[in-house]
């Protein structure tokens, strides 16, 4: 059974950092693009970051550009990401989730494994 497993998520200030990590076990994916979304109460889930197979394309929306790193680990079958100067619009439930090819998108409906979800909430 393919799974996605997502960790890391937690309670920080805002200005601070987590690192999200997302394990995939069942098959490798190290042939697969993977993505982060999330989706905030009472909002549509949303893109965040992506990273193709071999990292050499990767794609972040604009809302998290310059904060927040995408990284793989094709040998572990994870997906990391990084957030730094947390806002408070980025609390939310983020996702990971992974293509079924090995080139990425934005659009969540061509994503075909997704992870349960974990928990981010960013305080004042």
């Known amino acids: 059974q393919v799974q996605l497993v997502e960790s890391g998520g937690g309670l920080v200030q805002a200005g601070g950092s987590l690192r999200l990590s997302c394990a995939a076990s069942g098959r490798t994916f190290s042939r697969n693009g993977l993505g982060w979304f999330r989706q905030a109460p009472g909002k549509e889930r949303e893109f965040v970051a992506a990273?193709?197979?071999?990292?050499?394309?990767?794609y972040y929306a604009d809302s998290v550009k310059g904060r927040f790193t995408i990284s793989r680990d094709n040998a572990k079958n994870t997906v990391y990401l990084q957030m730094n100067s947390l806002k408070l619009e980025d609390t939310a439930v983020y996702y990971c989730?992974?293509?079924?090819?090995?080139?990425?998108?934005?659009?969540?409906?061509?994503?075909?494994?997704w992870g349960q979800g974990t928990q981010v909430t960013v305080s004042s």
């Open positions: 989730a992974a293509v079924g090819t090995g080139w990425i998108t934005t659009r969540s409906n061509e994503y075909e494994y």
């Open positions: 990273i193709s197979w071999s990292r050499h394309i990767i």
